[in-house]
């Protein structure tokens, strides 16, 4: 699988105050990882982040060329992405994009369908595997055995009922 160089982590869903700072909404594990990143993307283009700092669970950033109001609100609903080269993840993490149209197999080796969608609750993720049927799985060890990103793979365990 082609894995994204850029990927989705936010959106801007307001201005913050009158010089020019949006508001983002962010999509990753918590507002602070968005916020320590120094390049956002805009469509595809890169865009210095002059400061941000979170405040009420949201990043407040000020972009470059982003100077009044005026242009701040010309971007508001806009996704931001970052740069999966700008981005440290643990040993054996991922990002959700890099699995997403994987295929999930039991461990026996069945086919349950591809992975169509993360859904994220406090308690955990739910992986939405479509195939036969749609089947909501628990993303926790109990039930998701492996995952190859290389091969594009995901070993899960399912419970009668699931």
Known sequence: MEKPKLIEAGKIVNTHGVRGEVKLQSWMDSPEVLAGFRTLY?????VRVESAYVHK???IARLAGVSDMNAAMALKNRTVCIHRDDAALPEGGFFYADILG???VTEDGAEVGVL?????YPAQNVY???GERERLIPAVPAFVLRT???????TVRLIDGM
């Open 42 to 46: 805009l469509d595809g283009k890169p």
């Open 116 to 120: 169509a969608d993360v859904l994220e």
């Open 102 to 104: 994987a295929r999930v």
């Open 128 to 130: 939405v595997v479509r």
């Open 57 to 59: 669970g949201s990043v």
């Open 148 to 154: 190859d990103v290389d091969s594009g793979v995901i």
